[in-house]
């Protein structure tokens, strides 16, 4: 069963402006990961955010983690063409010793030049 | 680093078939997993090992489907017969099993069409 939620399915923006995904969860969490997978390729790691943690910076990347109402947001500034790929959440929802990520189906981004 | 090899990159077998998915993990990784990704389904985990042992193998659809990790630097993922519906992205990823988190690494993938 899918654990995270991504929203929206796809999102089509300019370059230069921000883009923003979301991703809901059921069940509490160790940590909630995102990844991006370019066109016939693998999954690629972004960021990691904690149970603890609220947010997340790394370059033009910014992760928010609400515990609370068991949702996360990738925001991405100032978008590139090179940007353009199909973004997942992931979660670590696993007891100890035990280490599985459940992804979602992910958002697909486009950010048209 | 080469980062996780997968073969063959694609694979084109017709139904009945034998087919074998190999996987190399970057060097040092304790943890490997097998997924599956298709447009219906999304990416669903399979299977996945802790020091070349399954732990969990739960994700694995049927019989048809087995994989073994005979060490720390290789693992298979071999589907016997093969049938239309298994047609999917297979992809290996490892990762390096530790406290407070870890991220995985993603192989290429092996596009498997079965027909």
């Known amino acids: 069963s899918q654990q995270g939620e991504e929203d929206p399915q796809a999102l089509s923006i300019q370059e230069g402006e921000n883009a923003t995904m979301n991703c809901s969860y059921k069940t509490s969490i160790n940590n909630l990961q995102w990844y991006r997978q370019n066109s016939g390729r693998g999954l690629v790691h972004l960021i990691l955010?904690?149970?603890?943690?609220r947010e997340k910076h790394s370059g033009r990347l910014r992760v928010t983690l609400d515990t609370s109402k068991k949702s996360s947001s990738l925001l991405i500034t100032a978008s590139r063409a090179a940007d353009t790929a199909s973004y997942f959440c992931?979660?670590?929802?696993?007891?100890?010793?035990?280490?599985?990520?459940?992804f979602g189906k992910g958002t697909k981004l486009s950010v048209i030049p | 680093d080469a980062g996780v090899i997968q073969s063959p990159r694609h694979e084109v077998t017709e139904m009945g078939q034998e087919v074998t998915l190999r996987c190399k993990p970057i060097s040092g990784h304790n943890s490997l997993f097998w997924y599956r990704q298709t447009m219906m389904r999304g990416l669903e985990l399979l299977i996945y090992f802790n020091n070349n042992v399954p732990i969990d193998d739960s994700g694995m659809p049927e019989d048809r489907f087995s994989a073994k990790m005979p060490n720390a630097s290789f693992s298979t993922l071999k589907i016997q017969p093969s049938e239309p519906r298994d047609s999917a992205v297979y992809f290996c990823a490892s990762s390096l099993k530790r406290a407070g988190g870890y991220e995985q690494y993603f192989g290429p993938g092996t596009r498997l069409t079965v027909t």
């Open positions: 955010i904690r149970s603890n943690e």
């Open positions: 992931a979660t670590d929802s696993s007891g100890a010793g035990s280490y599985q990520l459940t």
